[in-house]
């Protein structure tokens, strides 16, 4: 047990004792520790214990105090926050930013409700306690956070439902927390939006060039297809038996035959002879 954890557990006894309740600026939270990782994964952890502890908050002292209860307050934030370090393994969770949460969302709860209610179709006494606890994270971190994108944001709400929520709550958180970061965050969405506008055209752009040349190479094919071009044309090789070619008729054969025969078989003349010697 720490030190800092032993004061914090004193300071709880001595007000208990006393029964003078803890003003807000006496409840010690130490948002800058750096002995604690700081990550993304451990600021996450970090975002799942405070939903744990504003749930707590949210079925205790904040519901005796909107129904008139407040004599039953005895369970405050900074005691919540106590307990959890007492009882988990807190080594690898952002230590300082759960106790920013669990400090300043109780302390700015009707603000933080009011935003909530303006993109509600019902009271917000009607939300789910977990729902309202991942609502509340989500809407302090789209006004104080400025530094987590609001996309970041509304992931990191979808995770904290999927983990503690119903089945289908993430269709209002999400609904809610976005039409919340147009109001708190407009820059930011417009020039996302600007920069998913020009990502889509380029995109379309690159698709309609596709298309055009799909379609060029598609009626050059059919072209080459319907004009026959001497590569397209049938070729005879020598090679080939079954190419017939053109022979003499029997008769015509015969009859040369015959002529041939009939000239060989004359008797040379004497006139043909007197010529040859005198030449």
């Known amino acids: 047990m720490t030190d800092q954890l032993k004061r914090a557990l004193n300071d709880a006894q001595t007000?208990?004792?006393?029964?003078?309740?803890?003003?807000?600026?006496?409840q010690h939270f130490d948002v800058s520790e750096s002995s604690y990782k700081t990550s993304h994964t451990a600021v996450r952890k970090a975002?799942?214990?405070?939903?744990?502890?504003?749930?707590?908050?949210?079925?205790?002292?904040?519901?005796?105090?909107?129904?008139?209860?407040?004599?039953?307050?005895?369970?405050?934030?900074?005691?919540?926050?106590?307990?959890t370090r007492a009882t988990n393994a807190m080594h690898t969770v952002h230590?300082?930013?759960?106790?920013?949460?669990?400090?300043?969302?109780?302390?700015?709860?009707?603000?933080?409700?009011?935003?909530?209610?303006?993109?509600?179709?019902?009271?917000?006494?009607?939300?789910?306690t977990v729902e309202h606890a991942i609502l509340l994270i989500g809407a302090y971190e789209l006004q104080h956070r400025l530094e987590i994108p609001y996309k970041v944001v509304l992931d990191e709400a979808m995770k904290l439902n999927n983990h503690f929520g119903a089945t289908?709550?993430?269709?209002?958180?999400?609904?809610?927390?976005?039409?919340?970061?147009?109001?708190?965050?407009?820059?930011?969405?417009q020039a996302d939006t600007k920069a998913n506008l020009r990502?889509?055209?380029?995109?379309?752009?690159?698709q309609a060039k596709a298309s055009q040349n799909e379609s060029q190479t598609a009626v050059?094919?059919?072209?080459?297809?319907?004009?026959?071009?001497?590569?397209?044309?049938?070729?005879?090789s020598a090679n080939k038996t079954g190419v017939k070619r053109d022979r003499l008729k029997p008769s015509s054969a015969t009859a040369t035959k015959q002529a041939i025969q009939k000239a060989s078989a004359q008797p040379i003349q004497a006139d043909d002879l007197n010529s040859k010697d005198e030449s």
Do not use: C
């Open 15 to 26: 007000d208990s004792i006393t029964q003078t309740p803890a003003r807000d600026d006496e």
């Open 47 to 83: 975002r799942r214990f405070a939903m744990q502890g504003l749930y707590e908050w949210l079925v205790t002292d904040r519901r005796f105090d909107t129904t008139d209860k407040r004599s039953w307050l005895d369970n405050a934030p900074y005691d919540i926050a106590a307990r």
């Open 95 to 128: 230590i300082g930013y759960y106790h920013e949460m669990m400090r300043d969302i109780p302390e700015q709860i009707e603000a933080l409700d009011t935003l909530i209610a303006e993109q509600l179709d019902r009271g917000i006494e009607k939300l789910d």
């Open 168 to 189: 289908d709550a993430h269709k209002l958180i999400n609904a809610v927390l976005d039409r919340m970061a147009i109001e708190l965050r407009a820059l930011e969405v």
């Open 199 to 206: 990502t889509s055209q380029k995109a379309a752009t690159k």
């Open 220 to 236: 050059q094919s059919e072209t080459q297809t319907d004009e026959p071009t001497a590569s397209n044309k049938p070729r005879i």
